[in-house]
């Protein structure tokens, strides 16, 4: 069949992988272990799609940690303080650092939730070719009982998009190594095209969906027509997703490669217009992503068949596959656990197996192939929760429409500059003041402690008297090392979006809706499917129990409107500043009640902001605009004695210092460890007023800082920003770390202050 899948998740459907690692690098298996689980979990995802009729299959869309880092050893790009390691001891080095080297940097992969392992390049760096695993995933894959109408393609990530996503070392310009790198592609697909009579390849090039298409359009003619000429069996596909890509349909037009993937999902009406005309007199194939891979919500295949035919009109049926717009990673892995849901709400959804069904549904209506009994029966069922979920009472609150559409006040009424004299005076903190970020480790016992009460097994007194227990260890450790300003740890929560949506209206949840976010790491979204309220206080009682525990300021935890929305799964029947002013009118209730019950700091976590920003800049304006204005709804509760903190996970700010300026919070924690400090000179050139606590050490590592490596980072720290605006903490949430790294690493960290306000 003409169809595709991008590529497909690989975590397994119940985490089968994330369990093998974290047991790998524990110590209790041993890597052969490791490598029967993948093999596992390969050959089943093939059979998936197998079954479900998915035309073109990928192979190389799995990793054990990241598909670029696996590009970084494809293609021999290994840091020195890496080289001197094993394969597999390297290559998960590389990514988590090990005792002796930092690890790599890791940032968002574009606008998602997935993160990636930042290659390391420099004006000395040569390439070697290294494609033992693609050779071998291939083979393995070929093993499989294959349809008449199914076969594999090859994804590999393309020479730009890697070389554009890379960290310079030496301030070199990655990009000046694309011709080396493209010879090393053209051997590559030397080797691929000795696989098979046909080869198929998919060479992702996101970056042309970014702001970057401009400068780098020129670079894809003149490398793609080499690729395309290596050999006469190998047919590219130069794909494309998470936006629209204007100037590389224009550029691919020009070459020989096979076809184009393009994302029509998230791409607006006038830039698909656009691409399509581009395409309409060329020879090139479309690859049509129509159904949506980021997003859970069932695909009404009658209207994506009326897509379909729309596009027809440019680019002839015959030049069309129809599939994903982009790989299934971000989506949960099936429904099929899925029994407590609402029969009516799981009516409506679609993981990544179901997506294959309706690619299959679509691809025989599109192309005229009769259906089975089953796909027929399929095709009703979607037709039917296209109609109901339209209309379903359950997703309507009329109080809630009235709320929004009567909104007065909109921010906080004090200036910052105001705010910050009052603050200073109440909260009596001096220089350098240390905190951490908000959660504490979650332990194998507190999990289990929250699962049995969530199933019943445990009665609320005694749940009530666990979680007590752990706020009270936890409460007793900071005062004991000399934090001044404490948190609770978080024991309650599992998910610092889940906690909240499961006490809030509009919201309901998966049992087994896990999706990828690095490594090991995965999240399960809340599904935002309706209005959104709050009807009683969510963190409030528990705040003030820490509070009873300690003399010190205990600060409130919040997560804010903007990345409550940005990690969950927004119903997509209404536009999104419509329903992030709903989650800003929530938390600013839950602001309102913990300053009435004496908390003094308010944190509201936005780790997700830059994370939701639109790849083209005339998207820009619209989205700052809803965001930073939601956020000051949420926060326009708190009085001027009462200090608002939030905190932004690892993203590029350079662009938005002024942005985050605007959201008037008094002050920021920011992610900086693994970048340097690079981005504390942003906030010092652009006159940064609020008070700002850069990350000192990465907690996404296990390795524990010496106190002489903490004291040389905050001179660093103060050679950008004064002292009086720093505060000191590390640069994210505790909760993925082990006690006995926590426990070192935050008394050094108190340590190393100490040691610096006696040299003030």
Same mark, same amino acid.
């Given at each position: 069949?003409?169809?595709?899948?991008?590529?497909?998740?690989?975590?397994?459907?119940?985490?089968?992988?994330?369990?093998?690692?974290?047991?790998?690098?524990?110590?209790?298996?041993?890597?052969?272990?490791?490598?029967?689980?993948?093999?596992?979990?390969?050959?089943?995802?093939?059979?998936?799609?197998?079954?479900?009729?998915?035309?073109?299959?990928?192979?190389?869309?799995?990793?054990?940690?990241?598909?670029?880092?696996?590009?970084?050893?494809?293609?021999?790009?290994?840091?020195?303080?890496?080289?001197?390691?094993?394969?597999?001891?390297?290559?998960?080095?590389?990514?988590?650092?090990?005792?002796?080297?930092?690890?790599?940097?890791?940032?968002?992969?574009?606008?998602?939730?997935?993160?990636?392992?930042?290659?390391?390049?420099?004006?000395?760096?040569?390439?070697?070719?290294?494609?033992?695993?693609?050779?071998?995933?291939?083979?393995?894959?070929?093993?499989?009982?294959?349809?008449?109408?199914?076969?594999?393609?090859?994804?590999?990530?393309?020479?730009?998009?890697?070389?554009?996503?890379?960290?310079?070392?030496?301030?070199?310009?990655?990009?000046?190594?694309?011709?080396?790198?493209?010879?090393?592609?053209?051997?590559?697909?030397?080797?691929?095209?000795?696989?098979?009579?046909?080869?198929?390849?998919?060479?992702?090039?996101?970056?042309?969906?970014?702001?970057?298409?401009?400068?780098?359009?020129?670079?894809?003619?003149?490398?793609?027509?080499?690729?395309?000429?290596?050999?006469?069996?190998?047919?590219?596909?130069?794909?494309?997703?998470?936006?629209?890509?204007?100037?590389?349909?224009?550029?691919?037009?020009?070459?020989?490669?096979?076809?184009?993937?393009?994302?029509?999902?998230?791409?607006?009406?006038?830039?698909?217009?656009?691409?399509?005309?581009?395409?309409?007199?060329?020879? @090139?194939?479309?690859?049509?992503?129509?159904?949506?891979?980021?997003?859970?919500?069932?695909?009404?295949?009658?209207?994506?068949?009326?897509?379909?035919?729309?596009?027809?009109?440019?680019?002839?049926?015959?030049?069309?596959?129809?599939?994903?717009?982009?790989?299934?990673?971000?989506?949960?892995?099936?429904?099929?656990?899925?029994?407590?849901?609402?029969?009516?709400?799981?009516?409506?959804?679609?993981?990544?197996?179901?997506?294959?069904?309706?690619?299959?549904?679509?691809?025989?209506?599109?192309?005229?192939?009769?259906?089975?009994?089953?796909?027929?029966?399929?095709?009703?069922?979607?037709?039917?929760?296209?109609?109901?979920?339209?209309?379903?009472?359950?997703?309507?609150?009329?109080?809630?429409?009235?709320?929004?559409?009567?909104?007065?006040?909109?921010?906080? @009424?004090?200036?910052?500059?105001?705010?910050?004299?009052?603050?200073?005076?109440?909260?009596?903190?001096?220089?350098?003041?240390?905190? @951490?970020?908000?959660?504490?480790?979650?332990?194998?016992?507190?999990?289990?402690?929250?699962?049995?009460?969530?199933?019943?097994?445990?009665?609320?007194?005694?749940?009530?008297?666990?979680?007590?227990?752990?706020?009270?260890?936890?409460?007793?450790?900071?005062?004991?090392?000399?934090?001044?300003?404490?948190?609770?740890?978080?024991?309650?929560?599992?998910?610092?979006?889940?906690?909240?949506?499961?006490?809030?209206?509009?919201?309901?949840?998966?049992?087994?809706?896990?999706?990828q976010s690095y490594g090991s790491r995965c999240v399960k979204p809340p599904l935002l499917f309706g209005d959104v309220s709050r009807p009683?206080?969510?963190?409030?009682?528990?705040?003030?129990?820490?509070?009873?525990?300690?003399?010190?300021?205990?600060?409130?935890?919040?997560?804010?409107?903007?990345?409550?929305?940005?990690?969950?799964?927004?119903?997509?029947?209404?536009?999104?500043?419509?329903?992030?002013?709903?989650?800003?009118?929530?938390?600013?209730?839950?602001?309102?009640?913990?300053?009435?019950?004496?908390?003094?700091?308010?944190?509201?976590?936005?780790?997700?902001?830059?994370?939701?920003?639109?790849?083209?800049?005339?998207?820009?304006?619209?989205?700052?605009?809803?965001?930073?204005?939601?956020?000051?709804?949420?926060?326009?509760?708190?009085?001027?004695?009462?200090?608002?903190?939030?905190?932004?996970?690892?993203?590029?700010?350079?662009?938005?210092?002024?942005?985050?300026?605007?959201?008037?919070?008094?002050?920021?924690?920011?992610?900086?460890?693994?970048?340097?400090?690079?981005?504390?000179?942003?906030?010092?050139?652009?006159?940064?007023?609020?008070?700002?606590?850069?990350?000192?050490?990465?907690?996404?590592?296990?390795?524990?800082?010496?106190?002489?490596?903490?004291?040389?980072?905050?001179?660093?720290?103060?050679?950008?920003?004064?002292?009086?605006?720093?505060?000191?903490?590390?640069?994210?949430?505790?909760?993925?770390?082990?006690?006995?790294?926590?426990?070192?690493?935050?008394?050094?960290?108190?340590?190393?202050?100490?040691?610096?306000?006696?040299?003030?």
């Amino acid at each position: 069949m003409k169809s595709y899948v991008t590529g497909f998740p690989r975590i397994g459907e119940q985490r089968e992988l994330k369990k093998a690692l974290e047991s790998y690098w524990a110590g209790k298996c041993d890597y052969d272990a490791l490598e029967r689980v993948a093999a596992e979990l390969k050959d089943r995802h093939i059979k998936y799609q197998l079954d479900a009729w998915s035309g073109l299959i990928s192979v190389n869309d799995f990793s054990y940690y990241d598909l670029m880092l696996d590009t970084s050893v494809l293609f021999g790009v290994i840091p020195q303080r890496f080289a001197a390691l094993s394969a597999h001891e390297q290559y998960f080095a590389m990514a988590r650092g090990s005792k002796d080297a930092v690890a790599m940097e890791m940032t968002k992969w574009f606008n998602t939730n997935y993160h990636y392992i930042v290659p390391e390049i420099s004006a000395y760096t040569e390439f070697s070719l290294n494609p033992s695993k693609i050779l071998s995933e291939y083979k393995a894959a070929k093993n499989n009982d294959f349809k008449d109408s199914c076969a594999l393609k090859i994804n590999l990530i393309g020479p730009i998009t890697y070389l554009a996503l890379s960290k310079s070392s030496d301030k070199s310009d990655p990009l000046a190594h694309l011709d080396a790198l493209a010879a090393k592609y053209e051997e590559l697909l030397k080797l691929l095209s000795e696989l098979d009579s046909e080869v198929v390849v998919q060479i992702d090039e996101p970056i042309f969906v970014t702001d970057r298409a401009a400068e780098l359009a020129p670079k894809i003619a003149p490398i793609y027509q080499r690729l395309s000429k290596v050999a006469s069996n190998v047919k590219i596909i130069f794909m494309t997703y998470f936006e629209h890509a204007i100037e590389a349909v224009k550029e691919i037009v020009k070459t020989d490669v096979w076809a184009i993937g393009l994302d029509f999902v998230y791409a607006s009406e006038e830039s698909i217009k656009k691409e399509l005309q581009a395409l309409k007199d060329a020879k @090139t194939v479309l690859f049509a992503g129509v159904i949506d891979g980021r997003n859970i919500w069932k695909s009404d295949i009658d209207k994506k068949l009326a897509q379909l035919k729309a596009i027809k009109a440019y680019v002839p049926k015959e030049r069309i596959y129809v599939g994903t717009s982009c790989s299934l990673l971000h989506v949960p892995f099936t429904l099929k656990y899925e029994d407590k849901l609402s029969a009516e709400i799981k009516s409506w959804l679609s993981f990544a197996v179901e997506k294959l069904s309706e690619i299959s549904i679509l691809t025989h209506l599109f192309f005229e192939i009769p259906m089975c009994e089953h796909g027929m029966k399929a095709y009703e069922q979607n037709q039917k929760s296209a109609k109901t979920r339209a209309s379903s009472p359950l997703i309507h609150d009329e109080k809630v429409s009235t709320r929004v559409n009567s909104l007065s006040k909109l921010e906080r @009424t004090d200036r910052y500059e105001d705010r910050i004299k009052v603050q200073k005076k109440e909260l009596g903190y001096g220089i350098l003041p240390t905190t @951490t970020i908000g959660s504490f480790p979650q332990t194998v016992e507190l999990r289990q402690v929250r699962n049995a009460y969530k199933k019943g097994l445990l009665a609320r007194e005694d749940y009530e008297k666990q979680i007590k227990a752990y706020i009270d260890d936890c409460v007793k450790f900071q005062d004991e090392i000399g934090l001044d300003v404490l948190v609770h740890g978080e024991p309650e929560r599992n998910d610092m979006v889940e906690y909240f949506g499961e006490q809030m209206s509009g919201y309901t949840f998966s049992a087994n809706g896990w999706v990828q976010s690095y490594g090991s790491r995965c999240v399960k979204p809340p599904l935002l499917f309706g209005d959104v309220s709050r009807p009683k206080p969510m963190t409030v009682e528990w705040i003030k129990y820490a509070q009873s525990r300690t003399k010190k300021i205990m600060k409130g935890m919040l997560t804010g409107p903007v990345t409550i929305m940005n990690w969950s799964f927004v119903r997509d029947d209404k536009p999104r500043e419509q329903i992030v002013k709903q989650l800003a009118l929530a938390i600013f209730d839950e602001i309102s009640d913990l300053q009435d019950a004496g908390i003094k700091i308010i944190q509201v976590d936005e780790a997700a902001f830059k994370e939701g920003y639109p790849l083209r800049a005339e998207n820009i304006p619209a989205y700052e605009k809803f965001a930073v204005s939601a956020f000051k709804l949420a926060v326009s509760a708190a009085k001027a004695q009462t200090q608002i903190h939030t905190h932004m996970c690892y993203s590029e700010f350079n662009d938005i210092i002024k942005t985050i300026e605007a959201m008037d919070a008094d002050v920021i924690s920011i992610e900086t460890a693994r970048s340097g400090n690079e981005l504390l000179k942003i906030f010092r050139s652009v006159g940064y007023k609020q008070e700002v606590g850069p990350g000192v050490y990465d907690i996404h590592s296990p390795r524990i800082p010496s106190v002489h490596e903490l004291v040389s980072q905050i001179r660093a720290l103060l050679e950008v920003l004064p002292k009086e605006q720093l505060w000191i903490n590390p640069d994210c949430g505790l909760k993925t770390r082990k006690w006995e790294e926590v426990e070192p690493s935050l008394k050094n960290m108190v340590e190393a202050v100490r040691l610096i306000r006696a040299e003030a």
